[in-house]
């Protein structure tokens, strides 16, 4: 089967790893426009008599699942979560992961790091040899963001990483996290190091959160044009820049 455009790929993605999910699971559910496709069918296997409960990670996400039939606890409800699913802004080496392009990362990292497992959904455009040219979203307090704002630009500079760090901005005013704070959006291009990245924002006051996932996928649902393929840590980015092509992938 070939699929056709990037909303197919979404909904290839989306519908294989229904597969990963079984009778009775906690599972943790993502924001974007992959994930809701992955909840629009979800609802459906609920609706055929699948018994799971979702803890989703944004209000966004935790509407659709009510709109949808699909049932909902809040995180604090449920000590541990089997499994969560969610796309992803770009996957490179190791399943390190670039997100929160949709604004929910430090929800998204809570429940990631809530969960036993974690499957990312995505189309073969987001797999990439060095994670960066999507901008990185870093979640920041609302106090003193200026001076947050300074502090990154410094050491984004000690670590050699240049490009702009914008403020998110939507209908002309600060874009406002589920949590209630703001994003700035760090164009770095490459990011050669992710987790001394990782570390150095951390310990950053007023950093609340950042955008790249380490060390928490296991599995990436990954669909290319001719077929969906099942990508783990060992998998080789650069075999998947062109999954469009006929490769010799490992099914898992």
Known sequence: MRYGGAQQLKIAAAERACDFISNGMRLGIGTGST?????????????RGLAIVGVPTSKRSAALCCEL???????DEISE???TIDGADEIGPGLTLIKGGGGALLYEKIIASSSKD???IADYGKVVEILGAFPLPIEVNTFGFK???RTVEKVADTLGLTGTINL???DDIPFLTDGGHFILDAS????????ELSNSLLAIPGVVEHGLFLQLASRAVIACESDVKIMDAKSLPERWLCCSKQHD???L
């Open 118 to 120: 974690m499957l990312v």
């Open 35 to 47: 994930a809701e496709e992955f909840i629009r069918r979800l609802s459906v296997r609920v609706m």
């Open 69 to 75: 039939g699909v049932p909902v606890a809040a995180i």
């Open 81 to 83: 979560l089997d499994l």
């Open 168 to 170: 998110r901005m939507e």
């Open 188 to 195: 770095f291009g490459c990011i050669a190091d992710p987790q």
């Open 249 to 251: 992938f490992q099914i």
């Open 147 to 149: 001076v947050t704002k």
